[in-house]
């Protein structure tokens, strides 16, 4: 069923402690593709996304990247399989400059002529942060941590990127960057897994969403779809 | 004023051992987020093992700096045997848990200072002196056995300040520092790192117990006040802070030898406590607890 390098999730089920986050949840996403997870506060989006990248540990189910199992992996080597993660608040190492943590980014790259390429590309897509390199990551504003935390996710050369809340508390220009940014790297191949709150952003960029609801996958389809759906439209856009 | 000089020799020379000290404790804290009241155990039995060894060796090699070299490697590799036990069996699985690994340590302090009691007695182990004589440097007669000891120190610390700053493996070791689960999504191995960042530790212990050794009296307890001292000056510094590891054990040993010679040692003790309470008041994180 998965062709390769896409990702499969199936009746996935996480506790924190004797709370259950998510329930049965099963989820795919295409290689090449763009998928949206939406849903209000608490839902369980952060959870399934730390569930995928080895932070929080699964109860049940199973996740699957390219056919190849990464249940309870350890982040490490999930991103060894290509997956790399943007995390919710950024998550910066604060006290090492922007260089060094785009460094650190490419920890597992050992050519040195592909991090230099890899530096290249991210600084053609963040020109901004040419100026900043040697500065502190924690001395930069919101939107441009937000930056460097999608460039170092970027520097791992990922087959796949995940990005937990991009976008929250930015201002609109920042949104608009990072947003070109994903659909830059989409088109070069990238397969795409994002996390909005904001539904509408989403539904937008992405090709496919599913909608999670305490815990569980209340509604997918295409985004398109989805965008015109009157329950979505009364539950998540407002209008 | 060459009483100022003398002086801040002497504070120099000791912080010294108290930075290689303090930075092993700041790099355990800073990879498992846990406090090994342990180290000056491993620090006291490198110096215990260095004083054996060179009495050992002292027929064959005399005590010259051959015998030096090799009591040293010994008193390494016993330490981070010692080290590699206590990790696997223990601190491992006491990572990020304050409690389990207090308790740990304590026990391990209690362990350490009864076994070394019954193998190598109470009594004073003399390690001979690596050179003997003085030698005039600005103005100041300086013993040339606690100068070699000072270069070497200076020298080792500055090799870790710059392995940690510029190398691979110290960058990673910060990023864990900073934030583990954030350094694991970049592909970093967090348990190897954090028993590299231990044995790193426990080598640092040794090696400032061997330097120590031969201008101190060595015993199953030397270990103790540099314990206290050592982390006092990671508290006042900032725990997790190599800067405030530095920063903070020049402070103590400067009031330790400045206040010790005007007033008294005993005051010099209060004084240095008296610190740790205004800088917890007025900083609760240290002069460079940040992250």
Known sequence: MASDHALAVRKLSVSYGPVPAITDVSLEVQSGSIVSLIGANGAGKSTLIKAITGLVKVKAGEIAYGGKPLTNRQPNIILEHGIALVPEGRRLFGSMTVRENLEMGAYRIADAKKKADLFDACLHYFPDLKVKLPSLANSLSGGQQQMVAVARALMSAPSMLLLDEPTIGLAPAFVNVISRVMRDIHQQGVTVLLVEQNAEVALRVSDYSYVLESGAVVMHGRAEDLLHDPDIKKAYLGL | ?291
């Open chain 2, 1 to 291: 004023m060459q009483e100022v000089f003398q002086l801040l020799f002497t504070a120099l020379q000791i912080s010294a051992v108290y930075i290689l000290f303090s930075l092993g404790l700041t790099l355990i804290f800073g990879v498992l987020k846990v406090v090994n009241f342990a180290h000056g155990q491993l620090f006291t039995f490198g110096a215990l093992v260095l004083s054996l060894t060179m009495g050992a060796l002292a027929p064959s090699l005399g005590h010259g700096w051959a015998a030096y070299l090799v009591a040293g490697l010994a008193g390494l590799a016993a330490c981070l045997a010692v080290g590699l036990v206590i990790y696997q069996f223990g601190f491992k699985r006491l990572e990020r848990d304050m409690t389990g690994s207090f308790i740990l340590s304590a026990g391990l302090v209690l362990l350490f200072e009864g076994l070394m009691l019954e193998v190598f007695g109470g009594a004073v182990r003399p390690v001979p002196a690596l050179l003997e004589g003085n030698v005039q440097m600005l103005g100041l007669m300086v013993s040339r056995q606690r100068l070699v000891l000072l270069v070497f120190a200076v020298l080792l610390t500055a090799a870790i300040l710059t392995l940690l700053r510029y190398t691979r493996f110290g960058k990673a070791l910060r990023a864990v520092a900073i934030d583990y689960e954030a350094a694991m999504l970049q592909g970093i191995a967090y348990r190897r790192i954090a028993l590299y960042g231990f044995l790193m530790a426990c080598a640092l212990a040794a090696t400032a117990g061997m330097l120590i050794a031969p201008v101190a009296a060595v015993t199953p307890t030397l270990g103790d006040a540099y314990l206290v001292k050592g982390f006092i000056a990671v508290v006042v510094g900032g725990m997790g802070s190599i800067v405030g590891a530095v920063a903070g054990s020049l402070l103590i040993a400067l009031l330790e030898s400045f206040v010790g010679f005007y007033f008294d040692p005993s005051i010099a003790n209060l004084a240095i406590f008296v610190i740790v309470m205004v800088v917890l008041l007025v900083k609760p994180k240290g002069f460079f607890g940040n992250d």
